[in-house]
């Protein structure tokens, strides 16, 4: 990828290496685990007739193509990811399909948008990872027609996300160094502040903010289960590097920790995020 301030930034380095890769592997399966919110996405991208939709954090594409798809071949989406092996797997999807979508490779916080040129902004889980969450708002509201529309999906805080915490719970008495979730920081929880969202966005001159909790139904297949939490997440990116026999028992520990989400073939679990709706200025 091209990253526009920072090319050793932590976030590009993370997203252009072994956590990128792991979506682009995972990709039919994430996709499937995240369909509820992509519906959200895309039920309300129909309803508001939008033509000129920009996807910010897309990753594989997964819900730039789905939102193309509904709105038909008069309208274009645009997809944008500092992630290099996300967005070429994106591009190869798009291609496939004969979408009418294209794909930005850039850091969507300084990203030389043309101005007023989308009356739909949309983040499936994209937006918490900015560094400058404060640049990028303004950015995507300068990249707005007057009076589009934005819709975010973002996480609740870990606590009321078991599910996504277990694994590297269930791991830290084996791996000590395991990197500890930093309040605020760029991450899944970065926006689990509700009051710091509304903030972030009245204060980048977004209008008409509405925050609610969304708790939706997820499952994934069981069979799936360990290759989902030894690619993803904070274990996902430190298992590879313990030894074979480290490695064995916390696969095995993590994996009795997930077990109160089996329910047979299928693994189900809450998650609790935040729908973040906002509008740009009409002039």
Not at 179 to 190: K, L
Request: net charge negative; charged share 20%.
């Amino acid at each position: 990828m091209t990253p526009s301030r920072n090319p050793d930034s932590e976030q590009a380095a993370l997203w252009n290496g072994t956590a990128g890769q792991a979506w682009v592997d995972l990709q039919a399966l994430m996709d499937g685990v995240l369909a509820p919110f992509e519906k959200l996405l895309v039920d309300a991208a129909v309803r508001a007739g939008a033509t000129r939709v920009l996807d910010v954090g897309c990753g594989t594409g997964g819900t730039t193509l789905a939102i193309a798809g509904a709105l038909g071949p008069q309208a274009h989406c645009t997809g944008i990811d500092l992630s290099a092996p996300m967005i070429s797997a994106a591009r190869a999807r798009a291609s496939a399909h004969a979408a009418a979508a294209d794909f930005i490779c850039a850091d969507a916080q300084t990203h030389a948008f043309a101005p007023a040129s989308f009356d739909r902004i949309v983040s499936r889980f994209g937006v918490m990872f900015f560094d400058d969450p404060t640049a990028a708002f303004n950015t995507l509201r300068r990249a707005a027609r007057p009076g589009a529309g934005l819709h975010v999906i973002a996480w609740r805080d870990a606590a009321e996300n078991p599910f996504m915490t277990a694994a590297e719970r269930a791991a830290a008495p084996l791996l000590p160094d395991i990197s500890p979730r930093q309040p605020d920081a760029p991450g899944q929880f970065a926006f689990a502040d509700r009051r710091r969202v509304h903030r972030l966005l009245d204060t980048t001159g977004w209008q008409a903010i509405d925050i609610r909790p969304v708790d939706l139904a997820c499952t994934l297949p069981t069979h799936e289960l360990e290759r989902y939490f030894t690619r993803l997440g904070p274990l996902g990116r430190v298992l590879h590097e313990a030894d074979p026999a480290l490695r064995e028992r916390i696969v095995d520990v993590v994996r009795a920790a997930f077990q109160p989400y089996v329910d047979g073939e299928t693994v189900r679990f809450t998650s609790a995020c935040w729908s973040v709706v906002a509008q740009a200025p009409a002039m």
